[in-house]
């Protein structure tokens, strides 16, 4: 079956620095979802990436979708300690989304 | 906005006992899901419908079933609870992205 990889699986930054989270999958997807979960929370879907070599700009963040739509990441610029949270991202396939294990993100004041 | 209400954040039962968890939304979409969700394991796939009466298997269907009589109720079925279905249990709808209930913490003793 599909499957979804995302790394890192934890990133450690200090405030102001930039972070970068990477999807891959094993099979070209029909698109592919951003979401994010607070500490406590429930994932919360960010943006949905359809066009191979797509680029979406939200704020600070920018996200990417490969050419051969296997692979996608998600940056973001000057974190903040508002960005703290789990990022996932969700393969679409058929039976819907396969989702990433998710990158902690854990910033330091 | 979409609202997606769980019917209970904390549960906790015995093993062997059959327990029944409720999902709600409230946009008429056809599209219903639940997920677990397991440290170290991210977000995985139990069930999910595209229309009432309607049924797949998602990844890790063992030990569940599902309902769902109107479109908008989903419910989540453990016949007999055993010790490793203790964990987070989240529904979702979808139209384009997923919107996630708040969860259920199941815990079974």
């Known amino acids: 079956g599909q499957q979804v990889m995302q790394i890192p699986q934890y990133q450690h930054v200090q405030e102001g620095e930039d972070f970068t989270t990477y999807c891959n999958s094993s099979?070209?997807?029909?698109?592919i979802q951003w979401y994010k979960q607070r500490p406590g929370g429930h994932p919360v879907f960010l943006i949905q990436?359809?066009?191979?070599?797509e680029v979406k700009k939200q704020k600070r963040l920018t996200f990417q979708f490969g050419e051969a739509k296997k692979n996608s990441s998600l940056h973001i610029t000057a974190t903040q300690t508002t960005d703290v949270g789990t990022y996932f991202c969700?393969?679409?396939?058929?039976?819907?989304?396969?989702f990433g294990k998710g990158t902690h993100l854990i910033i330091q004041p | 906005d979409v609202k997606v209400t769980q019917s209970s954040r904390y549960l906790v039962k015995r093993t062997g006992e059959k327990v029944f968890l409720e999902c709600v939304q409230d946009?008429?979409?056809?599209?219903m899901f639940w997920y677990r969700q397991d440290p170290g394991l991210g977000l995985r796939l139990i069930y999910f419908?595209?229309?009432?009466?309607?049924?797949e298997k998602g990844d890790i269907p063992e030990g569940y079933s599902v309902s769902r009589e109107k479109k908008e109720r989903f419910s989540l079925i453990l016949e007999s609870a055993s010790t490793n279905q203790t964990s987070m249990y989240l529904c979702?709808?979808?139209?384009?992205?997923?919107?996630f209930g708040s969860g259920t913490r199941l815990t079974v003793v």
């Open positions: 419908s595209y229309d009432v009466k309607m049924k």
């Open positions: 099979t070209t997807l029909s698109n």
């Open positions: 990436l359809v066009k191979s070599g």
């Open positions: 946009m008429d979409h056809e599209n």
């Open positions: 969700g393969g679409g396939g058929a039976d819907g989304l396969t």
């Open positions: 979702a709808s979808r139209f384009v992205g997923y919107t």
